[in-house]
């Protein structure tokens, strides 16, 4: 039984698609969201990454906007340029 070589570039592919989840340009980590290969905003409380609408949408929020600003001195999520 040896390993065959398709199989593993199969099974490299289906956990690199799950993977980029919440990862720099991957996916948006918002599950509900999920946005392909538009994750640019840095969440510096859950260390993942967000699409900009996301992000935006999380650095508005009435309860982190104060929160973010008290822990980090700026907003939540911040752009990666
Ligand atoms: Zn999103």
Sequence with gaps: MG???NDLFFENAVI????DKGELNGKCN??????????TWY???????YC????KRLNNDI?????ALDM??????????
């Design 3 to 5: 390993l065959d070589k």
């Design 43 to 49: 969440n510096h409380s859950t260390q993942k990454y």
């Design 30 to 39: 918002i599950t509900s969201c999920q946005k392909p290969n538009s994750a």
């Design 63 to 67: 309860f982190n906007k104060p929160a």
């Design 72 to 81: 980090f001195g700026h907003d939540l999520c911040t752009v990666v340029k």
């Design 52 to 55: 900009p609408s996301c992000a």
């Design 16 to 19: 690199t698609s799950i993977d």
